[in-house]
């Protein structure tokens, strides 16, 4: 079980982003939550398997498709608490 900090920029606002990152988490097992940043962008805190979390990067990478991916920062973090689902937080 690994834990990551995803900050993602780029046009991900408005488009669907924090559900699609919810649907892609909920296929692959991945618990944690997402929520939009005053700066514009999407941040992702996320737990799961090492494997499944690099194929959550990928679909993380391309987004839905109204948005456009600038950046993609990944800050792989120590699990400090264990999460029970993913959820959006507002």
Do not use: C
């Not at 900050?7 to 944690?32: D, N, P, W």
């Not at 997402?34 to 805190?45: A, K, Q, S, Y």
């Not at 990944?74 to 937080?89: T, V």
């Amino acid at each position: 079980m690994v834990q990551y900090e995803v900050k993602v920029a780029g046009r991900v606002q408005g488009v669907g982003f924090r559900y699609f990152v919810l649907r892609k988490a909920t296929e692959l097992g991945i618990k944690g939550w997402v929520r939009n940043t005053t700066e514009g962008g999407v941040l992702v805190m996320a737990q799961g398997d090492a494997k499944d979390m690099e194929t959550f990067f990928d679909y993380l990478q391309i987004g839905p498709p109204l948005a456009r991916v600038i950046s993609l920062r990944k800050n792989q973090m120590p699990q400090l608490e264990d999460f029970s689902d993913f959820r959006i937080k507002h």
